[in-house]
């Protein structure tokens, strides 16, 4: 069996680390890198870090305008196609790079190539987000559809395709955190004491391109740290627009860093009070380790966590982040409620090597 595995972004690496290695055991396994991102503290701090193998292609497509990203995957994995003509083409996530995997996987179907698409059928229903025109789009073409819950199961039956092309599996972040934190164990980063801190990440570009949007959130972010500390290990994109808004890079009692490895993310996840977030992938991992996240967005797919109490949904208001916040502040039976386990996979891994190898 020839499996070709396509990836590019921070997320897709860490959430596909429990796959990858599983895959160079059904065969021939080729990994091929987009090259989405490439700053080593975006890319390869994390291949390091889960002991992945390096991949066989990177495509250095970089920071271009989005249509052209999407074209230049699907060109490069098509190229790679035609050359090892593959029984599976598999792909993780909502990112330009997953589109791009997709698209030209689907191109080969006649040819016998077959697409898999790893955490299918999340929705924001925000139709203007980038992500949610990519997940509609992978998962109207995939063959097989590994979807994490039950609720991403049912927005695939929604949309029309055909169950006997999904299967619930979980979601592959969960081995991914915890594997990294029973490494991390009882480390805390230097100079922070446990629940002494928030952890803040944000990125998406409904957050931070536009101007007025990321002031309102700096400025909510800039008003809690004037009560706790708040630790930001800053996205280059969010970096980037800071700079160009005109922003204070560096306020009061936030303490912005450079994007952090995946082990000292972990830690500093796992000893934050809470953390303020519009990551997918955080949000998750979070939940794994009991730790309240303020959802700085409208909406989110990952609603379980929501209505289990331990999330909450911010949105994008000063008055209504520092508000929340404030609540998290004063709540005296905080470390209880953090202990409350949420509802979490198992044998995910499992279940999509048995798939993919069937
Ligand atoms: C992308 C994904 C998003 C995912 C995120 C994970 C899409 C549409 N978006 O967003 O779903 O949550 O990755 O982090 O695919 N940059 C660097 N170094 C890098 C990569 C990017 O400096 O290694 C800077 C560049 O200025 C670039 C900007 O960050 O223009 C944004 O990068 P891009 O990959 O376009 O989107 P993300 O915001 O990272
Ligand atoms: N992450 C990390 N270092 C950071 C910020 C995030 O290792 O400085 C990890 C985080 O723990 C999660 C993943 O990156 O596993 C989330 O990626 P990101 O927020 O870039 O994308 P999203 O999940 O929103 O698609």
Redo the contacts with the bound molecule.
Sequence with gaps: MTIITVLG???EI??MSPLLPRFDGLGRHIVVHSGQHYSA??DAI?FRELELRAPDHFLRVGSVDPARQVGLIAAGVEKIILESPPDWVVVH???NTTLGGALAAAKHRRSGVRLAHVEAGARSFDDLQA?ELNRVLVDRMADLLFAPTEGDAANLAAEGIRPERVIVTGNT?VE??RRMATLVDGELPAGLTAYGYAVA?F??QESVDIPAVLSDIWAAISEIAKRLRVVI?L?PRTRKMIKLAGLDPSPPGMDV??????R???AL?KHARFCL??????QE?AAILGVPALILRDRTEHRRYVESGLHRLAGIGRQAIVDEAKLLLVDAEWQSRRAIPQRLDHGVADRIIDAIGA
């Design positions: 972004t921070r997320p860490i959430k503290e975006m994390f996530g909502d990112t992500e972040v991914s955190c990440t990125h998406r290990p996205h860093r450079e994007p952090v490895g995946y000292e993310m972990t996840l977030t519009d990551s997918g992938g955080l991992e």
